[in-house]
């Protein structure tokens, strides 16, 4: 049994809290399943501003590297808010998916039963809603040339956003892999009637489409889709879209299922390799407090184990834990109707893992 | 009593008919309260194509700048999706707010009482939502060069996002003195954590806000507004932001409201020149059948009224009008509970004009 080797990126906020709930996860699956984990701990993110001067160390991007799988809690704060653009934790986020070429982030947007009442849509709305947000994460304007400059008009600022055959190529490649493990229907949203690279993005979808011909294709306009997503979330399955769009797209589509604290994202370049975060952010304001839901972050993991590890058997015994947990009545404070019944962050991973 | 001249385009799908209930609005209106009207019709988007073989004709633009504004009913449909760039409907819509120095567009997204119903958010979440979305319209991304170029790595798609401080002014200015007439609110949207636009544009609305001390600014990044849209959009009030965010949000913020088919917006230049147009599409699946919903169109005129005309009588005529209209029961097919009820178009417009 080959032991697998997880850089673990704490992060701000709450993020410390959450991963040691889920690190509890990973030693439960070694006792139950035989499997072998080695976790490397990395700074990355604020801390690593305050105690190293930079978002993304060396040392962390050489752990992250010579690791399988990343595993992060999660990053940022109004602490570093103000800082110039190098000294910011988003600027490490940028930095780290380059570097680790993570070209596609994976979204899942389901409900919990037990939380459909935390959504604002209507519940007959939501029913069935099961969609997972494809979004190109290194390209796009995100990534190309952004300066300022002066002109006879004043000073202007310019951001380039370039998209080219083969980035569309591969992550459309990866949307349709996707949606033949599902129900074999995939939505590709763009701009196409206004922006060229959206142009780009269509055709090369369409030329791809070739090679998967028993799955459903279809074009959605981003404007159009912000507005479908929340008519008829239920209609959609896959989604994919480029960096920009799928930013938007993926945390509107994260809000209507009303379960953001439990969301999980994967993050995949080439091969297996892949970092693993919640969808939700760092928290400050109760950060500390151990009162947070490391239920996102356990499920991360469960994402790991499918999609990094193949560990099928593993992830669905933390998925069914998790649900075990929720179906007999215990909710952290965020997801709770009554909060004085809230548990903590703590004896909720202790839960999970006597549930696995 | 000036005689105020307005360019009226039709357009495509249902435009025809919804404006021509907008018009018998106009007709009355100089019955009513002795104002005068000269409307000239030309021709534009689809209709244009096929007559004239571009969808923006110089004598339609002609006409436009001629006028002291224009009424838009829809233009675009499935004939013309599949025309080369220049024959494209949506080219013709580019053009025209360029043309005509439509930097603003102007979208008050507002609850119907009788449409609460057809929201699929629960009411109470909808419960006192009343927003506008203040969107740059001929700047940023859908302006600035693009094009395509053979690399190395295969064909590339770019376009370029550029904004210089005096188009960020002008729209900040005009979004501030529109929260002036409302609660004092603004919250400025973008997404300064990653694009040099971005950030120039937060640096110059806080510029600006030092001439509006008594509005209250915050800022939210698209992400995070695409979510809270969703999750309490009565805490909104004027949001203001660039062309390409603008269209998704505004887009989303039309769409939780239930009442799309009975929005109206307003693009507008420097002084009170103004292009008015229901939200609404060319619905082209039910032009012709006359059971389309003029309410959207008819409420651009009074919104017309008063921000070009500043014939506030006479708008809120109309404004009471519908609101009475649709008190006592009458419904088109699109917002009728029970459908076999419905009333046609031109019904709907006689019973607006017979309660002015
Ligand atoms: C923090 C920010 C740079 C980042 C993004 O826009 O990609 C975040 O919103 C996300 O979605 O992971
Ligand atoms: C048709 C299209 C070019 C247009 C836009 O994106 O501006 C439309 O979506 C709108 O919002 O008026």
């Not at 349709?176 to 060229?196: G, H, M, P, Q, Y």
Request: glycine share 8%; net charge negative.
């Amino acid at each position: 049994n080959e032991v697998k080797k997880i850089a673990v990126i704490a992060g701000d906020g709450i993020g410390p809290e959450v991963v040691a709930e889920a690190e509890k996860v990973l030693k439960r699956t070694e006792e139950l399943f035989g499997h072998k984990f080695e976790t490397e701990h990395a700074l990355f993110g604020g801390i690593a501003i305050d105690e190293r001067g930079t978002p993304l160390p060396d040392d962390t991007l050489a752990i992250c590297k010579a690791s399988d799988a990343v595993l992060l809690g999660a990053v940022g704060g109004p602490k570093w808010d103000n800082n110039s653009k190098e000294l910011r934790p988003e600027t490490g986020l940028l930095g780290i998916r380059k570097a680790l070429g993570l070209f596609s982030n994976i979204r899942p947007a389901v409900i919990f039963d037990c939380l459909k009442e935390a959504s604002t849509l209507k519940p007959e709305v939501l029913e069935g809603t099961d969609l997972i947000v494809v979004r190109e994460l290194t390209g796009g304007i995100y990534f190309g040339e952004k300066f300022r400059r002066e002109t006879e008009n004043g000073q202007e600022a310019v951001d380039t956003c370039v998209y080219n055959v083969s980035e569309i190529e591969r992550i459309a490649r990866q949307a349709f892999e996707i949606a033949l493990t599902r129900s074999k229907k995939l939505t590709s949203v763009d701009k196409a009637n206004v922006l060229e690279t959206s142009r780009l993005w269509r055709e090369t979808v369409i030329r791809i489409s070739a090679d998967y011909p028993d799955v459903e294709l279809d074009h959605v306009l981003v404007d159009n889709c912000a507005m479908q997503l929340l008519r008829r979330p239920s209609s959609f399955d896959v989604i994919v879209t480029e960096n920009m769009f799928g930013d938007i797209l993926s945390d509107e589509a994260a809000m209507l299922t009303g379960s953001i604290g439990m969301l999980s994202s994967a993050s995949l370049g080439e091969g297996s390799f892949g970092l693993y975060e919640p969808v939700h952010g760092s928290a400050p304001d109760i950060a500390g407090q151990g009162i947070s839901n490391p239920i996102a972050t356990i499920l991360s993991v469960a994402l790991m184990f499918r999609l990094t590890f193949g560990y099928h058997e593993a992830a669905a015994s933390i998925e069914r834990a998790v649900k075990n947990v929720l179906d007999a009545g215990h909710r952290t404070g965020d997801i709770a109707v009554d909060k004085s019944s809230a548990i903590g962050t703590t004896a909720m991973g202790d839960l999970i893992v006597a549930a696995m």
